[in-house]
């Protein structure tokens, strides 16, 4: 049996993500800052499904949290074959609106703990030649909308970078590219999510078992979900300063208030 470790693992696509690979016969590593969820999920999990369900507590806006979970990828003795950075949040307000200590914690948590991490894993999975990891980004990454945006378009290309440095090494890179999912992201962030279209909203079970099938077909990039990819095709052909403009107008009419 292999081994998934899940950063973000209790909630949304984290914990689809656990579902799914614990049906598939995954071992996981869960990988949150609630240690009773944690324990409860782990629980579940191992009950419903057999599999082995290890928990570790850590906070990735912290460098103890990270420093944890980079060990765990490292352990040769019991290694993760599977990486899931799934962790991350949004911030509630334009630039300037929100505190830069909070800014500089989105930076940390989605682009300095995925390098770190992506880096823990990959090496012992080289050795092995075999293995995989999926960054978690969104399509916020192809429009320019703030540092949210810039933080998931880092964690594409830097994935995908990545992916091409390691072809032939038996390890896949992936960045997954969702769109709005109904999970407890825009609740934390203190988001009203009501102006948002129903059919903007996609399931996390189903957007999973569609990046699994895109990584398992060896792709970088995986936006799973057919109105999306449509959606992305007619950003790519717009200017980029006349983009600027309709994300900023399309942002303020359906993005979280």
Request: charged letters at 25%.
């Amino acid at each position: 049996m292999t081994t998934a470790l899940i950063t973000g693992s209790t909630a949304g696509i984290g914990a689809a993500f656990a579902r799914r690979l614990a049906a598939d016969g995954h071992n996981l590593v869960l990988v949150a800052r609630d240690t009773k969820r944690l324990r409860e999920q782990a629980t579940e999990l191992h009950d419903r499904h057999g599999i082995e369900a290890e928990v570790l507590t850590a906070d990735l806006a912290t460098e103890d949290g990270i420093e944890a979970v980079a060990k765990r990828l490292d352990d040769r003795r019991d290694p993760v074959d599977l990486l899931i950075n799934n962790a991350g949040f949004g911030n509630k307000g334009h630039f300037l609106e929100v505190p830069m200590a909070d800014e500089l914690t989105m930076l940390k948590v989605h682009c300095e703990a995925v390098l770190r991490l992506t880096s823990a894993a990959v090496e012992g999975m080289r050795d092995r030649g075999r293995g995989g990891v999926v960054n978690v980004a969104s399509v916020a990454a192809f429009v320019p909308r703030g540092t949210y945006g810039a933080s998931k378009a880092w964690v594409v290309q830097f994935t995908q970078g990545v992916a091409k440095d390691l072809a032939g090494s038996g390890v896949r890179l992936m960045a997954l590219c969702p769109g709005f999912v109904r999970t407890e992201f825009h609740e934390r962030a203190g988001m009203g999510t009501d102006n948002i279209p129903k059919w903007m909203w996609l399931d996390a079970d189903k957007l999973v078992a569609g990046a699994l099938s895109d990584l398992a077909r060896g792709k970088s990039l995986s936006i799973p979900d057919p109105r999306y990819k449509a959606m992305m095709g007619v950003v790519k052909v717009v200017p980029r300063g006349l983009l600027g403009g309709i994300t900023s107008r399309t942002g303020r009419k359906y993005g979280p208030q």
